[in-house]
C-alpha cells in the first residue's frame, strides 16, 4: 500500500488517500464502551490540528509538543501524535500523574522540554493547569478541533517542514522512580523500526488493513507509539 521509504505521516496519509474508509484505531475503554476511526478521518483531525500548531501557534520544524491525556481521551492523544509528525514538530508524551499524589514529575518534564505548546484533555486540564513554563499554559484538544481560522489549511501541502528519517520524531521521558525524569530522543526511522518489528512478531497474522492488533499499553508509553 505505501513505498518502503515514507515515513509514519506520509504512510497514514497516503493510506488516507488510498482506503479513507478503512479503521485504523478502534479503542475499548474501561466501561467496555467502544470507538472507532476511520483513516480517512483520523487524517483529517490530523491535519487541522497540525495546520493550527504551525500556522496560528507559529511552531517551527524541531519545537516540542507535551500531549498529556488521561485514559478516556488516548484517542485524541494518537490525533496529536500523528499532528506533530505531519507538522515537523516533536512529540514529548507525558503518562497523566494520579492527582492524588504529586505532579512533581510531570512539572520536571514540562520545565526540561521546554515545549512551544502543551495539550492536554477536558478531564486533565484541572490539574495541569497549574504547571506552566515559560509563560506558556495548556491547551484543551477539544477546544482546538473547534478553533475556526482563516489560517488552518488542511491539505495535503499545507506544511512547509520536510521531514527527515533520522530527524527527531519523540522526545520520550523515563518515569522518574528512581531520579529526575531523563529525556530519550527517537527517531522518526527508529519509530519505523519498531512498528515493524513489532509487526514481525505476528507471523503472517497481520495481513493488511482490516486486520487488528491489540495493545493494553498507554498511548504515552514508547511501545505504544
Not at 503518562?95 to 495539550?119: G, H, S
Amino acid at each position: 500500500m505505501c513505498s518502503s521509504d515514507l515515513g509514519c505521516a506520509a504512510r497514514i496519509s497516503e493510506w488516507a488517500a488510498d482506503a479513507p474508509t478503512d479503521i485504523i484505531y478502534q479503542y475499548r475503554f474501561a466501561e467496555g464502551q467502544d470507538f472507532s476511526i476511520t483513516v480517512g478521518e483520523f487524517d483529517r483531525k490530523a491535519r487541522h490540528l497540525a495546520s493550527y500548531l504551525v500556522n496560528v501557534k507559529g511552531c517551527v520544524k524541531g519545537d516540542r509538543v507535551v500531549a498529556c491525556f488521561s485514559p478516556d481521551y488516548y484517542n485524541q492523544f494518537d490525533v496529536v501524535m500523528m499532528a506533530v509528525f505531519y507538522a515537523g514538530l516533536v512529540l514529548v508524551p507525558v503518562a497523566p500523574a494520579d492527582p492524588t499524589k504529586t505532579t512533581e514529575n510531570l512539572k520536571n518534564i514540562v520545565t526540561d522540554a521546554e515545549p512551544t505548546v502543551m495539550i492536554t484533555d477536558r478531564f486533565y486540564v484541572d490539574i495541569t493547569k497549574y504547571i506552566s513554563v515559560g509563560g506558556f499554559q495548556w491547551e484543551v484538544y477539544d477546544d482546538i478541533m473547534e478553533t475556526s481560522d482563516a489560517r488552518i489549511d488542511n491539505g495535503v501541502g499545507a506544511f512547509p517542514f520536510a521531514v527527515e528519517p533520522n530527524d527527531i520524531a519523540v522526545l520520550q521521558y523515563t518515569s522518574g522512580s528512581t531520579s529526575r525524569p531523563k529525556g530519550v530522543c527517537v527517531t522518526h526511522s527508529c519509530i519505523l523500526h519498531n512498528s515493524f518489528a513489532i509487526f514481525a512478531t505476528s507471523k503472517g497474522v497481520v495481513q493488511d488493513a482490516r486486520d487488528r492488533k491489540s495493545t493494553r499499553l498507554n498511548s504515552s508509553h514508547f511501545a505504544n507509539l
